[in-house]
T-cell receptor, first 115, second 111 residues
Framework: NAGVTQTPKFRILKIGQSMTLQCTQDMNHNYMYWYRQDPGMGLKLIYYSVGAGITDKGEVPNGYNVSRSTTEDFPLRLELAAPSQTSVYFC??????????????FGEGSWLTVV | AQSVAQPEDQVNVAEGNPLTVKCTYSVSGNPYLFWYVQYPNRGLQFLLKYITGDNLVKGSYGFEAEFNKSQTSFHLKKPSALVSDSALYFCAEGDFNKFYFGSGTKLNVKP
Protein backbone atom coordinates (compact mmCIF):
# COMPACT_ATOMS: atom_id res chain seq x y z
CA ASN A 1 0.00 0.00 0.00
CA ALA A 2 1.63 3.23 -1.16
CA GLY A 3 -0.29 5.76 0.96
CA VAL A 4 1.37 9.18 0.70
CA THR A 5 4.43 9.33 -1.53
CA GLN A 6 6.86 12.24 -1.59
CA THR A 7 9.78 12.93 -3.91
CA PRO A 8 12.62 13.69 -3.76
CA LYS A 9 13.79 12.29 -0.43
CA PHE A 10 16.86 14.52 -0.29
CA ARG A 11 17.80 17.66 -2.17
CA ILE A 12 20.43 20.38 -1.92
CA LEU A 13 19.52 23.73 -3.43
CA LYS A 14 21.54 26.85 -3.97
CA ILE A 15 20.19 30.17 -2.76
CA GLY A 16 17.83 31.62 -5.35
CA GLN A 17 17.06 28.33 -7.07
CA SER A 18 13.54 27.01 -7.35
CA MET A 19 12.19 23.49 -7.07
CA THR A 20 9.02 21.49 -6.64
CA LEU A 21 8.40 18.84 -4.03
CA GLN A 22 6.03 16.24 -5.39
CA CYS A 23 3.33 14.58 -3.33
CA THR A 24 0.76 12.03 -4.35
CA GLN A 25 -1.69 9.91 -2.38
CA ASP A 26 -3.67 6.88 -3.48
CA MET A 27 -6.27 6.84 -0.70
CA ASN A 28 -8.75 9.13 -2.45
CA HIS A 29 -8.42 11.65 0.36
CA ASN A 30 -9.96 15.06 -0.12
CA TYR A 31 -7.70 16.87 2.33
CA MET A 32 -3.98 17.30 1.78
CA TYR A 33 -1.37 19.24 3.74
CA TRP A 34 2.22 20.39 3.61
CA TYR A 35 4.15 20.74 6.86
CA ARG A 36 7.71 21.69 7.61
CA GLN A 37 9.67 20.43 10.57
CA ASP A 38 12.74 22.37 11.64
CA PRO A 39 15.41 20.66 13.76
CA GLY A 40 14.16 20.07 17.28
CA MET A 41 10.87 21.73 16.49
CA GLY A 42 7.33 20.63 15.88
CA LEU A 43 5.36 20.75 12.68
CA LYS A 44 4.26 23.99 11.07
CA LEU A 45 1.52 23.98 8.45
CA ILE A 46 2.56 25.62 5.18
CA TYR A 47 -0.49 25.09 2.95
CA TYR A 48 -3.47 22.82 2.84
CA SER A 49 -6.13 21.82 0.36
CA VAL A 50 -9.70 20.68 0.96
CA GLY A 51 -10.16 19.33 -2.54
CA ALA A 52 -9.08 19.64 -6.14
CA GLY A 53 -8.81 23.28 -7.15
CA ILE A 54 -8.97 24.61 -3.58
CA THR A 55 -5.95 25.59 -1.53
CA ASP A 56 -5.39 27.80 1.48
CA LYS A 57 -2.52 29.17 3.52
CA GLY A 58 -1.35 27.69 6.77
CA GLU A 59 0.91 29.21 9.42
CA VAL A 60 4.07 29.71 7.32
CA PRO A 61 3.16 30.12 3.62
CA ASN A 62 5.69 32.78 2.62
CA GLY A 63 8.15 31.59 -0.01
CA TYR A 64 5.98 28.67 -1.10
CA ASN A 65 3.21 27.98 -3.58
CA VAL A 66 0.93 25.01 -4.10
CA SER A 67 -1.58 23.74 -6.61
CA ARG A 68 -4.17 20.98 -6.52
CA SER A 69 -5.25 20.07 -10.01
CA THR A 70 -6.21 16.50 -9.10
CA THR A 71 -7.36 14.72 -5.95
CA GLU A 72 -4.16 12.67 -5.89
CA ASP A 73 -1.45 15.31 -6.32
CA PHE A 74 -0.43 18.28 -4.19
CA PRO A 75 2.97 19.67 -5.25
CA LEU A 76 4.79 22.30 -3.19
CA ARG A 77 6.81 24.88 -5.10
CA LEU A 78 9.73 26.74 -3.53
CA GLU A 79 10.52 29.96 -5.34
CA LEU A 80 13.88 31.70 -4.80
CA ALA A 81 15.15 29.30 -2.15
CA ALA A 82 16.58 30.83 1.02
CA PRO A 83 18.62 29.26 3.85
CA SER A 84 15.61 29.70 6.13
CA GLN A 85 13.82 27.09 4.03
CA THR A 86 16.28 24.40 5.05
CA SER A 87 13.96 21.92 6.70
CA VAL A 88 12.23 18.58 6.47
CA TYR A 89 9.00 18.76 4.52
CA PHE A 90 6.11 16.40 5.10
CA CYS A 91 3.12 15.92 2.89
CA UNK A 92 0.01 14.47 4.52
CA UNK A 93 -3.56 13.62 3.68
CA UNK A 94 -6.83 12.82 5.39
CA UNK A 95 -10.27 11.72 4.25
CA UNK A 96 -12.03 14.50 6.10
CA UNK A 97 -10.95 17.59 8.00
CA UNK A 98 -9.26 17.58 11.36
CA UNK A 99 -12.55 18.33 13.01
CA UNK A 100 -14.03 15.19 11.53
CA UNK A 101 -11.86 12.96 13.67
CA UNK A 102 -10.29 11.12 10.79
CA UNK A 103 -6.64 10.18 10.89
CA UNK A 104 -4.04 12.16 8.99
CA UNK A 105 -1.45 10.09 7.10
CA PHE A 106 2.08 11.28 6.42
CA GLY A 107 4.65 10.75 3.73
CA GLU A 108 8.20 9.79 4.61
CA GLY A 109 9.51 13.33 4.32
CA SER A 110 11.76 15.36 2.02
CA TRP A 111 15.04 16.67 3.44
CA LEU A 112 15.89 20.00 1.85
CA THR A 113 19.09 21.96 2.40
CA VAL A 114 19.59 25.44 0.94
CA VAL A 115 23.21 26.56 0.72
CA ALA B 1 -7.00 29.71 18.56
CA GLN B 2 -6.60 26.04 19.24
CA SER B 3 -3.27 24.86 20.56
CA VAL B 4 -1.69 21.73 21.83
CA ALA B 5 1.07 21.81 24.42
CA GLN B 6 3.63 19.17 25.22
CA PRO B 7 5.36 20.51 28.33
CA GLU B 8 8.32 18.13 28.26
CA ASP B 9 10.96 18.27 25.54
CA GLN B 10 12.36 14.94 26.69
CA VAL B 11 11.30 12.03 28.87
CA ASN B 12 13.75 9.42 30.13
CA VAL B 13 12.62 6.06 31.45
CA ALA B 14 14.21 2.72 32.12
CA GLU B 15 13.14 -0.28 30.13
CA GLY B 16 10.33 -2.14 31.87
CA ASN B 17 9.11 0.94 33.74
CA PRO B 18 5.84 2.68 32.94
CA LEU B 19 6.02 5.77 30.78
CA THR B 20 3.89 8.88 30.43
CA VAL B 21 4.18 11.56 27.78
CA LYS B 22 2.09 14.60 28.56
CA CYS B 23 -0.20 16.64 26.35
CA THR B 24 -2.70 19.39 27.07
CA TYR B 25 -5.14 20.99 24.67
CA SER B 26 -7.00 24.26 24.62
CA VAL B 27 -10.15 23.83 22.56
CA SER B 28 -13.47 23.97 24.33
CA GLY B 29 -16.21 21.52 23.60
CA ASN B 30 -15.41 18.07 22.25
CA PRO B 31 -11.88 17.83 20.89
CA TYR B 32 -10.50 15.30 18.47
CA LEU B 33 -7.09 14.30 19.80
CA PHE B 34 -4.32 12.18 18.32
CA TRP B 35 -0.92 10.75 19.15
CA TYR B 36 1.73 10.15 16.52
CA VAL B 37 5.23 8.69 16.73
CA GLN B 38 8.20 9.61 14.58
CA TYR B 39 11.25 7.39 14.30
CA PRO B 40 14.52 8.92 13.04
CA ASN B 41 14.42 9.99 9.40
CA ARG B 42 10.84 8.77 8.98
CA GLY B 43 7.40 10.28 8.68
CA LEU B 44 4.88 10.43 11.49
CA GLN B 45 2.93 7.26 12.23
CA PHE B 46 -0.50 7.18 13.80
CA LEU B 47 -0.72 5.63 17.29
CA LEU B 48 -4.21 6.35 18.56
CA LYS B 49 -7.00 8.90 18.70
CA TYR B 50 -9.82 10.09 20.91
CA ILE B 51 -13.10 11.01 19.27
CA THR B 52 -15.73 10.34 21.90
CA GLY B 53 -16.73 7.71 24.41
CA ASP B 54 -14.39 5.87 26.74
CA ASN B 55 -11.76 8.16 28.22
CA LEU B 56 -9.10 5.46 27.97
CA VAL B 57 -8.07 4.88 24.37
CA LYS B 58 -5.94 1.94 23.33
CA GLY B 59 -3.65 2.13 20.33
CA SER B 60 -0.75 0.53 18.53
CA TYR B 61 2.32 -1.08 20.12
CA GLY B 62 0.72 -1.31 23.57
CA PHE B 63 0.22 2.43 23.96
CA GLU B 64 -2.85 3.98 25.49
CA ALA B 65 -3.95 7.50 26.27
CA GLU B 66 -6.26 8.94 28.87
CA PHE B 67 -8.58 11.80 27.99
CA ASN B 68 -9.31 14.06 30.95
CA LYS B 69 -11.77 16.81 30.15
CA SER B 70 -11.51 18.62 33.49
CA GLN B 71 -7.73 18.89 33.14
CA THR B 72 -7.83 19.31 29.33
CA SER B 73 -5.19 16.62 29.03
CA PHE B 74 -4.55 13.64 26.80
CA HIS B 75 -1.48 11.91 28.20
CA LEU B 76 0.12 9.00 26.40
CA LYS B 77 0.98 5.98 28.53
CA LYS B 78 2.48 2.54 28.36
CA PRO B 79 2.71 0.10 31.31
CA SER B 80 6.16 -1.25 30.40
CA ALA B 81 8.55 0.69 28.17
CA LEU B 82 10.75 -0.93 25.56
CA VAL B 83 14.04 0.38 24.19
CA SER B 84 12.40 0.28 20.76
CA ASP B 85 9.84 2.85 21.98
CA SER B 86 12.56 5.50 21.87
CA ALA B 87 11.32 8.06 19.38
CA LEU B 88 9.73 11.48 19.02
CA TYR B 89 6.08 11.66 20.03
CA PHE B 90 3.60 14.27 18.87
CA CYS B 91 0.21 15.11 20.24
CA ALA B 92 -2.25 16.64 17.77
CA GLU B 93 -5.69 18.15 17.75
CA GLY B 94 -8.10 18.10 14.84
CA ASP B 95 -9.77 21.36 13.98
CA PHE B 96 -12.33 22.22 11.31
CA ASN B 97 -9.93 22.05 8.40
CA LYS B 98 -6.56 21.46 9.99
CA PHE B 99 -4.56 19.49 12.48
CA TYR B 100 -2.55 21.28 15.14
CA PHE B 101 0.55 19.53 16.39
CA GLY B 102 2.45 19.95 19.62
CA SER B 103 6.18 20.60 19.62
CA GLY B 104 7.02 16.96 20.27
CA THR B 105 8.52 15.01 23.16
CA LYS B 106 11.60 12.89 22.74
CA LEU B 107 11.26 9.62 24.61
CA ASN B 108 14.47 7.89 25.64
CA VAL B 109 14.13 4.37 26.99
CA LYS B 110 17.36 3.08 28.50
CA PRO B 111 18.19 -0.61 28.84
Amino acid sequence: NAGVTQTPKFRILKIGQSMTLQCTQDMNHNYMYWYRQDPGMGLKLIYYSVGAGITDKGEVPNGYNVSRSTTEDFPLRLELAAPSQTSVYFCASSYSPGGGGNTIYFGEGSWLTVV
Amino acid sequence: AQSVAQPEDQVNVAEGNPLTVKCTYSVSGNPYLFWYVQYPNRGLQFLLKYITGDNLVKGSYGFEAEFNKSQTSFHLKKPSALVSDSALYFCAEGDFNKFYFGSGTKLNVKP
